[in-house]
């Protein structure tokens, strides 16, 4: 190695070049000092949250070509580069002591290995460019469900991201004190600006580097991240803190962190009922959480989309399960969101979004798949390419995203910051499955209701990288998500349920998307769910009827109000059709799954699977 001279010091600033907030917390210093050194940046930029300090941001992601500024007012559109559309579950690592901890289900390396390799990708990662340091919380602040994270990145477009996405700035900061606990989460995109060699090379609007690493170390709360710019692996309050260290914080410390929207319904009469659903990525979630409900009488209040916190009441509260969503904002599928499907996001993001991978039209605005029934006539598409409604291919990616406030939802629920939360009532486990699962059934108990979780079902979407229409267990929509193994996690809810005793929520099933013979949806979705959200509802209130069937209650014929929905005869008994041939499939696959899980799954999931398998033979 050629004798290195000392590196001249870095400034450290906030993003208008002037003195970085004064930092109380010695180990914060220490941490951001050490990476620093490590990656090497030409600057340190600390961020305190604000919209000038937003407004900055986009205006250099506008003149270095990130962002194009649409004609929609505050809005901009950012377009990747083909290999970064999406998560990466194969090289996405869950790294406990123990390989045994994170489970079958996630990718393992030995931690000191992997922090080696680490180590190499990150030295130098960030030379030429500017290293942000980015407080967040996330929760409320002041709540007891919070927790503070700080991401460094070398990428502007995940700081004003995460301006969106999560509480970022001066608050989480402050709530640290001059010892408080925080997650790290570092960042590179992986492409520095000064080869190894010495020269220097241009900038690209969408740096990332071909081999990504999504790591993650539960027991230290710690977060690598490297070679994407892409939201879930890179904003990383979300799916890499929210979920995977945040569930394994949940198994040590008795809460739970799920891939979950929350959302609050009101009767025609009055009764307030909050639901939380899990539904794998691409399943459905954004739109169940503001849907606008085609029942006359029922409201829907959106509390979050995609992530829930959960634990049982403390002193003083009723003892059930309290939830909040620990985001701020959503980042949300474009493709399908149009006026007739989604109108509530369709208005929330009028303006205030940044969209990624989407389609420019010719006057500055954007474009997807559904958005309208009939495509413009000329696009520029996700790839910057001309495209024509001739073309043989989509002029926005499957997986394009906006990435919007959650002031900005039209339907937000006035208790989203409520330091508290809310009340669970009801917890709904969905799949997009185009056969089996019928479209609405409940769990008479908390052993089937978490088995109904362990062994929920979907068909792959492009929210990761994959084959698409594989169904694959994902349990819990917890499958690239779990901080530790996935059978613990069971173990865990059935833990909890056993604790909330007769508080616990009562669970149902359901499945949007059966198809009939045709191919095409049975049911008529987005708003038209409200139908079933209120069959829920007044099976909780002890007013709706349901009927037994091997694999849960259904509705009673008459209990689902479809008064003036156009199903041609039949659909409704196709829809909640238990058909045995395919259950025995179904079961000899869970059989399987359980397998290989070895001898973590508890027992009393193996004796719900038992007792399904007789229920099927005796009908
Ligand atoms: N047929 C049908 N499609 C739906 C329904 N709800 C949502 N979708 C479609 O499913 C896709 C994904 O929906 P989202 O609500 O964005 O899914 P999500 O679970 O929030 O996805 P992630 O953000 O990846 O976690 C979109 O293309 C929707 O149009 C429904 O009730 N019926
Ligand atoms: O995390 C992401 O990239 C988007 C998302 O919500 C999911 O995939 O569930
Ligand atoms: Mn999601």
Known sequence: ?????????VPVTDVFG????TLRHPGLAAWVEEMTALTQPDAVVWCEG????YHRLCDQLVDQGTFIRLSRPNSFLARSTPDDVARVEGRTFVCPEREEDAGPSNNWREPAAMRAELDDRFRGAMTGRTLYVVPFAMGPIGSPLTQIGVEITDSPYVVVSMHLMARVGREALDSLGTDGEFVRAMHSVGRPLIAPDGSCRPDVPWPSHPDKYIVHFPQDREIWSFGSGYGGNALLGKKCFALRIASAMGRDEGWLAEHMLLLRMTTPDGHDLHLAGAFPSACGKTNLAMIRPTLPGWTIRTLGDDIVWMRPGGPGTDGRLRAINPEAGFFGVAPGTGPDSNPVAVEMIARDTIFT???????GDVWWEGLTDQPPAHLIDWRGQEWTPDCDRPAAHPNSRFTVSVQRCPTLDSAWDDPAGVPVDIVLFGGRRATTVPLVAEAPTWERAVFAGATMASER???AEGTLGQVRRDPFAMLPFSGYHLADHWTHWLALGARLGPRRPRVFQVNWFRRGAAG??????????SRVLAWIADRVLDRAEAVETPVGLVPAPGALDITGLDLPPGTLDRLLDVDLEAWQQEVAAVREFFAGLGDRVPPELTRELDALERRLAAR
Do not use: I, Y
Request: glycine share 8%.
């Open 1 to 9: 190695m050629t004798p290195t001279s000392p590196l001249p010091p």
């Open 520 to 529: 095409r949806f049975l049911w008529p979705g987005f708003g038209e769910n």
């Open 50 to 53: 604000s919209s000038a300090e």
């Open 461 to 463: 979407t492009a929210a």
């Open 357 to 363: 991978n989407v389609a420019l039209t010719d006057d």
């Open 18 to 21: 002037g003195p970085a907030p």
